[in-house]
């Protein structure tokens, strides 16, 4: 069992980290101009992803891009690996973009945009958490004990 002072202390620095986390200074203009950075970044890395795919396939096939509306010319397997193939490399491109445009913009600022912080936990979100995590020490306690009785009575010390 920690002493009062230990107590006092662990209260004071949780006072003082919450302080901290909660005092990050977001500006009326931040919003909007996080909503043209991320909008603009995905769109170009879209673009550019669409091209580069394009441009691999033909590069790799040394045949066109398969149109999806084309049934007479275009076998469907093709149809479906370029489809794979491009929405994976824009899938990952958006991705990589938009994590640019947050690392970019919390250097400039010095926090992340309010769309992409972290939701604080509630008090009664907390409760619950420690209800749960009381409840697994108490049934691992108890099969801890089952455990050694067991080997106990196996070993014969009982």
């Known amino acids: ?68 509306g084309d049934f007479e010319r275009e076998r469907t397997r093709d149809v479906i690996l370029f489809t794979a193939l491009s929405s994976m490399a824009v899938a990952a491109a958006r991705v990589a973009a938009e994590r640019g445009a947050a690392t970019y913009y919390r250097r400039s600022t010095g926090h992340l945009p309010k769309a992409l912080e972290d939701d604080k936990v509630s008090p ?21 004990r089952a455990l050694q009785k067991a080997i106990d009575k196996a070993s014969g010390r009982r």
């Open 1 to 68: 069992m920690a002493s009062k002072d230990t107590k006092k202390a662990l209260a004071k620095a949780s006072d003082k980290a919450s302080a901290k986390a909660g005092t990050t200074q977001h500006t009326p203009a931040g919003g909007p101009v996080w909503k043209i950075l991320s909008v603009g970044t995905t769109i170009i890395a879209t673009k550019v992803a669409t091209d580069l795919a394009q441009k691999g396939w033909k590069l790799a096939t040394g045949r066109n891009v398969p149109v999806k």
């Open 124 to 144: 009664e979100d907390q409760k619950a958490a420690r209800k749960v995590a009381k409840a697994k020490a108490k049934a691992s306690a108890k099969s801890e």
